[in-house]
């Protein structure tokens, strides 16, 4: 008799949780990432794999999550993101929105366009070093360049590439 009660009250049970579920049909939806804004003005081509990891990390951040919130009573909240070779200073707002973010990464591998740029007009040099920055502030990108120290035998040449004006 027991196990006929706790049987039917399992099949009793499971009809009502079956009878519970509802299917429901949505219109398209978007989702977006808060700092989507963010990721689309600093990743391209152009940009090394190091700076993209990092710029991925800054935007995922949850900073409403973090033990550096304090509520929407402050108004900025500056945090650093690391790796071997670089560094982000990035500043969120009370809603943990990237506004400003600035990054440098030393000994960056340099993409294809830009080796091929610097083989056409330094024939005969070798690139020996290489720096990447950036600036973004304001919902846009407002600097992007590779600095980089070119040898040729006893002879060294520092170089700046815009990247902004190149992709112009």
């Not at 973090?66 to 071997?84: A, L, P, V």
Request: glycine fraction near 4%; include cysteine.
């Amino acid at each position: 008799m027991k196990t006929f009660i706790i049987s039917a009250l399992a099949v009793f049970s499971f009809g009502i949780l079956s009878a519970q579920e509802t299917t429901v049909t949505l219109e398209d939806v978007t989702v977006t990432s808060k700092n989507s804004k963010f990721i689309k003005a600093m990743q391209d081509d152009n940009t090394p794999q190091m700076a993209l990891e990092l710029q991925a990390k800054a935007a995922n951040y949850d900073l409403i999550e973090s033990e550096f919130y304090r509520g929407s009573t402050k108004s900025e909240y500056h945090i650093e993101f690391k790796c071997k070779r670089g560094s982000m200073y990035t500043t969120y707002n009370s809603k943990g929105e990237i506004t400003r973010c600035m990054e440098k990464y030393t000994d960056v591998l340099l993409p294809e366009s830009i080796i091929d740029k610097i083989l056409e007009q330094y024939q005969g040099w070798d690139v020996k070093n290489s720096q990447y920055s950036s600036l973004y502030k304001k919902n846009k990108l407002n600097k992007k360049k590779y600095r980089i120290l070119l040898t040729n035998g006893d002879q060294n040449k520092v170089i700046e590439i815009d990247l902004e004006d190149m992709l112009k």
